[in-house]
């Protein structure tokens, strides 16, 4: 039995997958403590901050590892440590929603969404499921804006295609990633993008400040959902 077996093994038994439930039911300080004493058994220190890997609970992203590691030795004794996309693949086969941020940051180092980013976005942004929502786009657009190739997290916003207000979801298929400025141009229908094309339409009330990105080719999510891109491009103000 290879070590993704051995894992998914593991985690699928009820025994895991009830301290998994446990631990995301925890309050910040009780979760902190928790994970810094039983982590400190297996000498290693306890992951309570992933820069990487993040399990979805509800609006919540929760630092894979620490959970898969805690929830295992907890359940079965098992201290073994394995690399981050063992455990992120076993959870995944198993129904779990994970996330993973490819792209890295300075030297080498993966950077995401650390809990205080990801309270300064939840407070910008106003609704909490927005953190949760941008973080698929992070990982489906590879934390790239989808227009202007920026990819400077904090500049870089969630945009819904088809608008929440209208029935729009959540989900990977409904967004993309865009600059500020550019995401309020995209809600505005100043700027879209032609369903048979994939190219950029700037509104001419925008012209010339916009005009390098007229006629552009984009790369989309291969989960997005082109019915809704369509829907949002009839809309567009086109002159």
């Not at 439930?21 to 928790?34: I, K, N, P, Q």
């Not at 698929?136 to 990819?151: D, I, P, Y």
């Not at 995401?183 to 390098?212: E, G, K, M, N, W």
Request: hydrophobic fraction near 40%; include cysteine; charged fraction near 30%.
């Amino acid at each position: 039995m290879n070590r993704l077996d051995h894992v998914k093994a593991l985690i699928s038994s009820d025994g895991v997958r009830y301290e998994i439930d446990e631990l995301t039911r925890l309050g910040e300080d009780e979760y902190l403590a928790r994970a810094n004493r039983e982590m400190d058994q297996v000498g290693g220190p306890a992951v309570t901050r992933s820069r990487s890997y993040f399990l979805v609970n509800k609006l919540s992203l929760l630092p894979m590892k620490a959970l898969a590691r805690m929830s295992l030795l907890r359940a079965s004794g098992e201290t073994s440590n394995y690399h981050s996309p063992v455990y992120a693949d076993a959870l995944k086969f198993l129904g779990f929603e994970v996330l993973h941020n490819p792209v890295p940051r300075g030297k080498g180092r993966p950077e995401f969404l650390t809990k205080e980013r990801e309270a300064e976005f939840r407070k910008v942004l106003g609704r909490p499921e927005q953190a949760v929502f941008r973080a698929r786009l992070m990982e489906s657009c590879l934390a790239t804006c989808v227009f202007s190739g920026n990819r400077v997290p904090e500049a870089l916003e969630a945009c819904h295609i088809r608008p929440v207000s209208e029935g729009g979801s959540d989900l990977k298929a409904n967004g993309i990633l865009l600059r500020r400025d550019l995401h309020r141009l995209f809600d505005l229908f100043l700027l879209s993008i032609d369903p048979c094309t994939r190219r950029i339409l700037v509104s001419d009330i925008i012209q010339p400040d916009y005009a390098h990105l007229s006629g552009k080719t984009v790369s989309l999510p291969k989960e997005i959902d082109m019915q809704a891109v369509r829907e949002h491009w009839n809309r567009s103000v086109k002159g």
